[in-house]
């Protein structure tokens, strides 16, 4: 009995000898699954053919939904789904629109980033001065800051070894570029509420000198960078809560930094073109 043979290519392909021959070797192997798919890849030829129940599609007859679940798993885009009430189409708008939103958040989180940790060392830098240390206040020179937390000071050590290790030298501003977003956290917290009357001159927006609201801020705006950091899912979280709060603190920083963090800001559009019922995303 004749084996069935079945073969797509992906593009167009004239009837040359050449082709002819590639295809009756295919024909002569096909009892052997196996040496099959492993001489074909050897070859190299047509690239997007895949075998499928010993007959071969294109990558185009694949579904979309299958190239996503490869590409970013089944489990991350489950959540998807399940907003969408299981439309592929809907789910795979949505996830889109996580990503823009996400990107945009981000690009907001980056510039408020640089903004809090320039503010809080300019204060600690005139801090230090007051105190008559002649070193920046990243080398410690007073032990504050390792005496009063010991994760700080692993921070800093850390800090300066990466420096190192990326061929620079101990600059303080290289120090500073290189710690994380928890470090100015850890400033603002209790343990460092000897810092704060001198950190809080910084944040010229702000209208009270209790840091509890403000670490309190900070903390969220952590968390919430953290999770976009690690390209999590964002759909169930305030999102405009989460931009009035960025906003906030840029504004306590400086309300006309708040005001030109917002102008440049594409969140609100982007909140605008959440995906709509036909699952298409607004450009």
Request: aromatic residues 10%; proline residues 4%; hydrophobic residues 35%.
């Amino acid at each position: 009995m004749q084996s069935e043979f079945v073969f797509i290519c992906p593009q167009s392909y004239e009837l040359s000898n050449q082709v002819s021959r590639v295809c009756d070797r295919l024909f002569l192997e096909m009892q052997n699954p196996g040496r099959l798919i492993g001489s074909f890849e050897l070859q190299g030829r047509f690239r997007g053919v895949r075998r499928k129940n010993n007959k071969f599609m294109s990558n185009e007859q694949l579904s979309q939904w299958e190239l996503l679940e490869r590409m970013f798993s089944s489990e991350r885009l489950r959540k998807y789904l399940e907003s969408t009430a299981g439309n592929k189409e809907k789910a795979e708008a949505l996830y889109v629109w996580n990503n823009r939103v996400s990107a945009a958040m981000w690009e907001q989180l980056a510039f408020l980033e640089v903004a809090i940790r320039n503010t809080i060392s300019l204060q600690l830098e005139r801090r230090y001065q007051k105190l008559g240390c002649s070193q920046h206040w990243v080398f410690d020179p007073s032990g504050e800051l390792a005496s009063s937390n010991t994760k700080a000071r692993d921070q800093l050590r850390q800090a300066k070894n990466q420096v190192l290790s990326n061929g620079q030298s101990l600059e303080p501003s290289q120090i500073i570029s290189e710690l994380p977003f928890g470090f100015w956290h850890l400033l603002l917290s209790k343990k460092f509420r000897h810092l704060w009357p001198d950190i809080a001159d910084g944040f010229v927006g702000l209208n009270t000198r209790n840091p509890t609201h403000i670490s309190r801020l900070l903390g969220d705006l952590r968390w919430f960078r953290n999770r976009i950091g690690h390209h999590h899912s964002i759909l169930h979280i305030n999102l405009e809560e989460k931009d009035s709060q960025i906003r906030a603190m840029s504004s306590y920083i400086d309300p006309e930094f708040g005001n030109w963090l917002e102008q440049r800001s594409r969140v609100k559009k982007i909140l605008l073109a959440y995906p709509n019922s036909s699952g298409i995303v607004a450009p």
